[in-house]
């Protein structure tokens, strides 16, 4: 049985990257179609794993299929950044798979970037308060249906970076983060929002993830990822490469 946290998680295995994006979509799809109270809440990341998925996504036989009225898509970081920006993971969403479904567009979640991180985050929020109906996480109904996360070759997850000050937010379900070690403010989903989940599926690819993702696995205090836990499931979908070490 699939754990809640990331030492007990599952880990699923595929051939290369395509196989992770094309499986991603099949079980978001299956998900999807069989969530019937209530709206399909995910939330979606950025980098450049998921690419390949919100391409399959958008590709017209999986459009057609998607229950997009009903889905609610939220995004689990972003860059504190213009939405005109080249680095803003809701801008890439949207050129790949958002512009190319039928997707209400008050459906679609994307974090502020008018004001200042700490206000945007406050404002974002806010909006995930109006979809859960409530200001309190309740547990046995989550927040989410999925979240799907990446993995930085420090160990971060979201914008949950190393030595900052987000790791010990427990109050707050979206939190600034200016990051030491990379470029931009950001806005990230925090911890006690990422556990608010049905299930929480790490896509992690490439040789150059294999002695990290092995360190998460083992859970070393240090590194963010290993703190990810859910009130559902945790999955790792992976390709060869990335569990080399495993």
């Not at 799809?29 to 996504?57: C, H, N, Q």
Request: charged share 25%; proline share 8%.
């Amino acid at each position: 049985m699939t754990g809640h946290d990331v030492p007990s998680a599952r880990v699923v295995v595929l051939k290369d990257g395509e196989a992770v994006a094309r499986e991603m979509a099949r079980w978001l799809l299956e998900e999807a179609l069989a969530k019937k109270d209530g709206p399909f809440v995910i939330a979606l990341s950025g980098g450049s794993t998921p690419k390949r998925l919100f391409k399959i996504m958008a590709e017209p036989e999986f459009a057609k299929t998607f229950p997009w009225d009903r889905t609610q898509i939220f995004f689990g970081d972003d860059r504190h950044v213009p939405y005109t920006h080249a680095d803003s993971n809701y801008t890439m969403t949207r050129q790949l798979l958002l512009d190319h479904v039928a997707i209400p567009p008050a459906n679609v979640h994307p974090i502020p970037a008018d004001g200042t991180p700490e206000d945007d985050a406050a404002l974002y929020q806010r909006s995930l308060e109006r979809v859960y109906g409530g200001s309190v996480l309740e547990p046995g109904r989550p927040l989410f249906d999925v979240i799907m996360l990446g993995m930085g070759p420090d160990g971060h997850t979201a914008s949950l970076f190393p030595r900052q000050p987000i790791l010990g937010e427990r109050e707050k379900w979206v939190a600034a983060c200016t990051p030491d070690n990379a470029p931009h403010d950001r806005v990230s989903l925090t911890y006690p929002a990422i556990h608010s989940s049905r299930h929480v599926v790490f896509l992690v690819e490439g040789a150059g993830k294999a002695e990290m993702l092995a360190r998460v696995r083992k859970g070393e205090d240090a590194l963010p990822s290993s703190h990810i836990t859910s009130e559902g499931d945790v999955t790792f979908l992976t390709d060869e490469a990335a569990a080399g070490d495993l």
